[in-house]
């Protein structure tokens, strides 16, 4: 069944209304902007509307002070000096010149006795053997200073093996082992074994090197510039405890 329109429904009847209503809009906006009264606004009207009003601040005139300088003390008076009348009288002494005149003679100055003072100089006491120039003898070492230095140890070494009690060392109930005795001493300028100091373990074996040094000789003493002085030297003595 086909649908049938309507003649009344097609919009192309009405197109020439649509098209006059459209001009008499288009012509009334046109009439309508024409007759708007525009006014003329100035510059200084937007400018007032800025403007603020001026504040004018009145500062009073300052003038600077100028501190006021003190007078200056007054000059310190002199201290007034009294002269005093000495009442004493100076004799005056007449100095003779010691200038003598050409045609004087001069005699000479006889010298009789004329004595030399030699200082001697300041050795210090208990050089060490290690560098002392020339070391003390064990009686019975000869040769060269590096040789009879070297004889002083062996002679002591030989003394020590021959005089030590190495049996003390079990009596006062020592444990196995290495043990040392260190001893220091001091050959004098007149070859005497004096200050003999000892440090051991105990003290029976401390006694036990005291006695073993007080049995040295007589050593030559030890020279320091061709002069005899007191020479300190160590020795230890080291022996091995048995179990």
């Not at 008076?77 to 005149?101: C, F, G, M, R, S």
Request: hydrophobic residues 40%; charged residues 30%.
């Amino acid at each position: 069944m086909e649908t049938k329109k309507n003649a009344r429904a097609k919009l192309e009847n009405y197109s020439l209304l649509f098209l006059q209503l459209g001009l008499a809009l288009s012509l009334l906006i046109v009439y309508l902007a024409l007759n708007i009264k525009s006014f003329d606004r100035h510059l200084s009207d937007i400018e007032g509307l800025f403007k603020q009003e001026e504040v004018i601040e009145e500062i009073p005139l300052t003038r600077r002070v100028e501190p006021v300088k003190p007078p200056p003390p007054p000059p310190v008076a002199p201290e007034i000096i009294e002269v005093v009348k000495d009442a004493t009288v100076v004799n005056e002494v007449i100095l003779q010149t010691t200038e003598t005149d050409e045609t004087e003679s001069v005699k000479p100055i006889e010298i009789k006795d004329i004595t030399e003072v030699t200082e001697e100089e300041d050795v210090a006491e208990d050089i060490p053997f290690t560098i002392i120039e020339e070391a003390p003898i064990f009686p019975g070492c000869s040769g060269s200073k590096d040789q009879k230095k070297k004889c002083f140890s062996e002679k002591m070494t030989h003394h020590i093996k021959k005089y030590f009690n190495a049996d003390l060392a079990k009596d006062i109930g020592l444990t196995p082992g290495i043990k040392k005795i260190f001893v220091l001493f001091t050959v004098d300028n007149q070859g005497n074994i004096i200050n003999v100091k000892t440090r051991a373990p105990h003290k029976s074996l401390e006694k036990e090197a005291l006695r073993v040094m007080s049995l040295l000789p007589k050593m030559i003493p030890g020279k320091q510039r061709n002069r005899n002085v007191n020479v300190s030297y160590a020795q230890p003595i080291i022996f091995k405890v048995m179990d």
